[in-house]
């Protein structure tokens, strides 16, 4: 059968899919010649008689036209103003200041936001389900700008709708869902980015779900099968009608909850075939031409774990005044031709992915290719860009770089711990003089230069250019494939061949209005993060060299606004003082992410600061900008090209800028970079989708205890979100007010912007005497120190004063055992004797303490908060008050009968509901009994 999707025959359309057993695929007509979407979709059912399919397709041909079958949803006409790729290209064309190729975004199912392809720096928001029409996450599109308007803290918005479809990825129609209230004919993705979904069921069985297969060209019954409430569906999208307000798709597959993870990362890593086999073609007679370096120290340093070994450093010596640190990335260009089957699947998967949670890995290439011919292997020959950087021995100044093509032998492979172990042996003396005989003297000589490079690179933010945590190893790698990268673009855009046609990693600086703003609220917070107080320019009257040089700060009693540390972080760093470990100390001072009076505050600047886009050079003013962050005026990725599509590409253009062929041109053309820009940064964002949803589903140890900081706070709000800034493994985490069965109303203050709850329990004790009196004990988590001593600690490690830094942290020290002799008693209500109250304050910043365990969340095991720690005398138990009838009560319940067999069934049903009922009302009657002293 086959009929018209319009309006009028929408209900048909329903109808028929109720009592049929099989569809086609489809796809809208290309030809728009009309307001209507014709479209072919094929039922049919066993038991139905000949006489009626005749009719049915009698009637169709009259009102229709037959296309072919296909599954694709892929169309000219998906959206309601029914625009086809025609009409898409005259209007991209002739009004390309309204209408715009992006690359869509879904933030909900009715709300995203958009990017073109040839200005990925603009942001269109597109909100209501009329104006992102029938779109899918990842399609490209064709999205009118509505209107733009100014806004003092986000800048310029642009605000616009989507009119039609330009290209959809086949592979993005497939979800893991759940039903809605039991119910297979409505499903919900929980890719929350996605609207609901209606299947196709033909038995109204609530119980029972109705499978399906592709089987030529068609969509048949594959089997019924019984379905439990907490099970997991996959669906398949086949298309969404005009009118509908969901699209309609097929259940393909049943499973459990706890395989959701699983199959999560089977449908989102892409590329699920295994890479194909390569076959070596003869030597190529130019390896002949390659600068042997086969015999210079030559070391890699890698996780254990890694099987593609792409990057590798050589240190030599030229004379007595200069030496040379080589940074060799193996040449894949040279074994992988453009538009291979090798490359083509490269292209493909855009990016090798590790997933150690699903026990594989996605690789670009095979693994005899990796191991036979590119990963940098010890004692194993290799074909490699290099970069070689001449060095001044006295000052450390690059005296001359050059790309070669080069041969090279790794001497050793270390991980980064052995990496460390070296750094701490052999460079704790930098007025040694450098030496060259072996590996770990190389290592000492290139972690010596990465620092310095830094510093060069950084100027004044040098000491932060860090993430947290890590290691001197880990450093030093960064800083030279930084310079790696760097110098590759600044080669290729200043030669005339690749000077338009070089992919650039491209960074924003923040918003001028907005870093005004910014300033301004955080005034007093800026001089405590040397970060923030060297890129705001902060005035010397706050700065911290200013709190040594004035003599009002020698009275301990100015000691201006608190600022918190983590407890565990200030015993660290008296550790460190002690051992005299400068680079650990100055780590773990200059990590404001992880000091919880500077959190709000970094939160805020991530927000305004620009995300990095890829642009060709040459394409606009933008790819101009060079890299903010970093603080280079070009940069690109070139570094791992077998593990990123895009460094091939880059490692592709580094060869023709070196070949000696003349008027040699170059493999790509401007339109081809300015796609594979585009690609580059879908493979960057599914990437951290990826990581993102990973993270919160891998936290695997159960009734585990830790630090949290409240991360959002509003003001009208219903919850509260808290981060782990000591586990960057875990996300945030949201909490519930009615969660913590507080006896009123949170209540807000908007000076403080803080949020006060407010607890009363009835307290009984079985000890002899009952104290009148309730010890507030607050967490000891958290050390409070004084601004000034903490700016006064910053300044003494710029200078590395070791005097200095040890009298500031024995002042914290003493301010701390101080505040431990000041704890008070309060006293109970004289009324009720036996009620204790407890208020907690909570601020951005604000340190609390919980307890963590998992719990199944959409087929995926997520960490979620069991205990709240308001003291260290009492806590609220969040996992009761979610699920009280599984915490109190084990009964599997029977649904209750309008009729009875006997009084014994009738008891034991409605025995089982009570005991459910009982669990549940006690926990929401909020009027819990504490036992004390119970032995």
Known sequence: MAWTVAEGVTSKTERSLEHRGEISGSRISDTCTSKQNYMDTS??????????????????????????????????????????????????????????????????????????????????????????????????????????????????????????????????????????????????????HMTRIRTVQTKPDMGIVELRQYKCGRWVRKEFVNIAENQMLIVKVIKWEHGKTYPLGVVTNVIPECDALDEMLYIELGCKDTPPPFKLQREDDKALDRMNLCDIITFTIDPPTAEDLD?????????????????????????????????????????????????????????????????????????????????????????????????????????????????????????????????????????????????????????????????????????????????????????????????????????????????????????????????????????????????????????????????????????????????NLMQLIFSDEIHPTLIPMVREFRDIQKKAVILRSCSSTDSRLGHYDLRLNAYTWASSPMRRYLDLILQRLLHTMLSKEILKQADYTQVEINRFCQTGMDAEEKYDALVLRLKKVQFEPKDVVKLAVVDQLTPQGHEFTISFPLHSKLDVITIMYKQLKVVDQPSYNKEKNAMTL??????????????????????????????????????????????????????????????????????????QRHYKELTMELKLGTVVQVQLGTELKDGFPVPVVQLLSVNQCFEICLEHTRNPIDCFSKTVCNASKPFYESYNEYQNIWSQLCQIDTAYNALEENNSIILEGVH
């Open 43 to 192: 039922v049919s059912e066993e038991s139905d008689s000949a006489s009626s399919s005749n009719a049915e397709e009698n009637h169709s041909k009259t009102v229709c036209k037959t296309l072919y079958e296909c599954t694709s949803l892929e169309s000219d006409s998906e959206f309601d103003e029914e625009l086809c790729k025609k009409d898409i290209e005259e209007l991209l064309n002739t009004n390309p200041d309204v209408f715009k190729h992006c690359k869509l975004v879904m933030e909900r199912h009715n709300k995203a936001y958009a990017r073109p392809l040839d200005e990925p720096t603009l942001c269109i928001k597109i909100s209501g389900r009329e104006n992102v029409g029938r779109s899918f996450p990842g399609d490209d599109v064709c999205v009118e700008i509505l209107n733009r308007e100014q806004c003092p803290q986000e800048g310029e918005m642009l605000k616009g709708r989507v009119v039609g479809l330009i290209n959809r990825d086949e592979n993005s129609l497939t979800f893991i869902c759940k039903m809605v209230e039991g119910n297979p004919k409505l499903v919900t993705p929980v890719n929350k």
């Open 311 to 583: 990057d590798a450093i050589s240190v030599s010596e030229i004379n007595c005044d200069r030496y040379q640190i080589g940074i060799h990335i193996t040449d894949v260009a040279s074994c992988i031709s453009k538009d291979s089957e090798q490359d083509q699947f490269a292209r493909l998967c855009g990016k090798t992915i590790y997933t150690p949670e699903k026990g594989d890995v996605t690789f670009m290439f095979s693994r005899e290719l990796s191991n036979d011919h590119l990963s940098v292997l010890p004692e194993k020959k290799r074909k490699a860009i290099s970069l070689l950087i001449d060095i001044d021995k006295k000052t450390s100044n690059i005296l001359n770089f050059d790309f070669a093509e080069t041969l090279i032998i790794s001497d050793r492979r270390m991980s980064y711990e052995e990496a460390d172990q070296i750094i701490q042996k052999y460079c704790l003396d930098d007025t040694e003089p450098l030496r060259f005989s072996c590996v770990e003297d190389c290592v000492a000589v290139a972690y010596r230069f990465s620092e310095e490079h830094r510093k060069c690179r950084l100027e004044d933010g040098w000491l932060f250019g860090r993430q947290a945590g890590q290691s001197c190893s880990h450093a030093m790698v960064e800083e030279l494939m930084n310079l790696y990268n760097s110098a590759a673009a600044e080669e290729l855009i200043s030669t005339d061949v690749t000077r338009d046609l070089t992919p650039l990693r491209c960074h924003r600086e923040p918003d001028s209005e907005q870093l005004t703003q910014f300033k301004k609220k955080y005034v007093e917070l800026i001089p405590m993060s040397p970060y923030f107080s060297n890129i705001c320019e902060v005035d010397t009257e706050h700065s911290e060299e200013h709190v040594w040089s004035n003599p009002q700060y020698e009275n301990m009693e100015h000691n201006g606004i608190p600022f918190n540390i983590f407890t565990s972080i200030f015993q660290k760093m008296e550790e460190f003082a002690q051992s005299k470990d400068y680079y």
């Open 758 to 831: 407010h607890w009363k329990r009835r307290v009984y004790s079985f000890s002899e005497s009952f104290k009148n009196s309730y010890p507030l004990k607050p967490m000891k988590n958290v050390t409070s120190v004084s601004s000034n001593l903490w700016k006064r600690l910053v300044s003494a490690v710029k200078q590395q004063d070791w005097v200095k830094i040890e009298q500031c942290l024995q002042d914290m020290k003493k301010g701390e055992d101080e505040e431990k002799e000041s704890v008070t008693n309060e006293a109970c209500s004289t009324e």
